[in-house]
Nanobody, 126 residues
């Protein structure tokens, strides 16, 4: 059974940091695009970041560029989202997702992702 399990969410003050982890099991995701999405109350799910097979040229939502960093550890079948300088508007449930695709591709649309985690809550207080 394929599973993506997120961890690392929590409550943090504005300006603080959190590191989210997404551990994959059931198969290797080394040849999958891995992405992070988030959904705030009353809003649609939005793309946050994604990383290709190679780990080169990750993509980010404009509002998180320079603050968030996505990375992957293929040996651990795990992807991370380091979040620094957090703002109250970053408050949301964060989801990890995996998408099959050609080498080097990056996907921004949630429709491309076949596997999803259960989500982890991130709350940033002002």
């Amino acid at each position: 059974q394929v599973q993506l399990v997120e961890s690392g969410g929590g409550l943090v003050q504005a300006g603080g940091s959190l590191r989210l982890s997404c551990a994959a099991s059931g198969r290797t995701f080394n040849n999958y695009v891995m992405g992070w999405f988030r959904q705030a109350p009353g809003k649609e799910r939005e793309f946050v970041a994604a990383i290709s097979w190679s780990g080169n040229s990750p993509a980010y939502l404009d509002s998180v560029k320079g603050r968030f960093t996505i990375s992957r550890d293929k040996a651990k079948n795990t992807v991370y989202l380091q979040m620094n300088s957090l703002k109250p508007e970053d408050t949301a449930v964060y989801y990890c997702a995996a998408a099959a695709g050609p080498w080097g591709d990056i996907y921004y649309s949630s429709n491309k992702y076949a596997y999803w985690g259960q989500g982890t809550q991130v709350t940033v207080s002002s």
